[in-house]
């Protein structure tokens, strides 16, 4: 299988610390290309210093400017938050850095391992106006990308904010839809804690709460193959003292989100050293079929090149929630613009709005096309 290559295995020998054997039958391009499929050319870097593999300068040197560059990003969005949290204490916002930031405040002052791109919060529902107006008084204005402000307010869980200086903030007021209307891990906000950093108080996500976090967004954005979420929900695990397995099982359950539990962490299983109790894999009510193929699919999907991602989307939709008539509601009611976005047409236009109509013949077209690439 592809999980095995002699790439793959090498990646992955690195990445967990694990005694490998030199090999000619490396293509190094290809375990650079890897490591940056998944967002973790940065962290291979660091983890390369010392343990005795010497990579073609060529490949070499293409890692250590994206770790260069990667500092110099952590750093500038790590200050900016700072600030931004500051902003918000001062206006008795309540706010917990998720994602990215997250674990640059966790684990400070490692900043220069973990790649993100924006800065993403967490705040409450009720308090999305006096958020605005704080991000407005740094600076930012509302993007809404030509779309209408309603779909972003009821068919997603949150707004985008831009500055001068192109730096994104999306402000999340949830980690996902409710469920027959409740709310996703309604403990959320009683179990953070508050950790000081430099003299800022930031709050944090209990550890349970951020793995959810991490699998969430997983699911919802497209990106359910990607490693670097793996390896964050890995070390939150192991350096996490007391990790109470019985909340997440019994909220995964409450919040009918056992696949998508069930599916990070059958990859923290096959790609780190995390110990996952065996009866915590056992518990999730999901059937041996279910399981089976969940495991199938990210053996055989985690490590192509070319990556697929619209099409290992859509194969995995029908893997990550607990029945099969949630996925297939969602498709079947997917919003226009939610659409649109996905198969990159411009909202609010002819073309757009036929192919919305047709959008069930349209979906499975596309995904058979995408078979045949």
């Not at 593999?53 to 990667?70: G, V």
């Not at 059958?266 to 915590?280: E, G, M, R, S």
């Not at 518990?283 to 279910?290: K, V």
Request: hydrophobic share 40%; net charge positive.
């Amino acid at each position: 299988m592809e999980l095995y290559s002699p790439e793959t295995k090498l990646l992955l020998d690195v990445l967990c610390g694990r005694a490998f054997s030199k090999s000619d039958k490396i293509n190094y391009a290809r375990l650079v290309k890897l490591a940056e499929n998944h967002d973790l050319a940065a962290l291979i870097f660091y983890r390369l210093q010392g343990c005795g593999l010497q990579l073609p300068e060529i490949n070499y040197s293409l890692l250590k400017s994206r770790y260069i560059k990667n500092i110099r990003a952590n750093l500038r969005l790590w200050n900016e938050f700072l600030q931004i949290n500051s902003e918000f204490e001062k206006n008795n916002i309540d706010m917990a850095p998720i994602k990215g930031i997250d674990i640059l405040a966790r684990f400070y002052p490692e900043l220069d391992l973990r790649s993100m791109v924006d800065i993403d919060i967490l705040v409450r529902e009720e308090q999305l106006q006096r958020v605005q107006n704080a991000l407005c008084a740094l600076g930012y204005h509302k993007e809404l990308f030509n779309l209408k402000e309603d779909y972003w307010r009821k068919q997603q869980c949150h707004i985008v904010f831009h500055n001068k200086n192109r730096i994104t903030v999306e402000a999340h007021w949830a980690l996902d839809f409710k469920r027959d209307n409740r709310v996703i891990l309604p403990k959320l906000w009683k179990r953070m804690n508050k950790k000081e950093i430099s003299g800022h108080k930031i709050n944090l996500l209990s550890p349970e709460d951020a793995i959810f976090s991490l699998a969430l967004h997983l699911r919802r954005y497209g990106t359910i193959l990607s490693l670097k979420q793996v390896f964050d929900a890995a070390r939150i695990i192991k350096e996490s003292a007391g990790f109470d397995w019985g909340y997440m099982l019994q909220e995964s359950k409450n919040g009918k989100i056992q696949a998508t539990l069930y599916f990070i962490l059958i990859q923290i299983t096959l790609f780190t050293q995390t110990n996952i109790p065996a009866d915590v894999l056992r518990e999730p009510g999901l059937a041996l079929w279910q399981k089976m193929l969940i495991k199938r699919f990210i053996k055989r999907h985690t490590f192509q090149i070319p990556v697929t991602p619209k099409k290992n989307y859509l194969a995995a939709h029908f893997l990550l929630y607990d029945n099969l008539c949630e996925p297939v509601y969602y498709l079947i009611n997917i919003p226009y613009e939610q659409f649109c976005k996905f198969y990159n047409l411009k909202p609010y236009t002819r073309k757009a709005d036929i192919l919305y109509r047709l959008r069930i013949p349209y979906m499975a077209a596309s995904l058979l096309k995408s078979q045949d690439t």
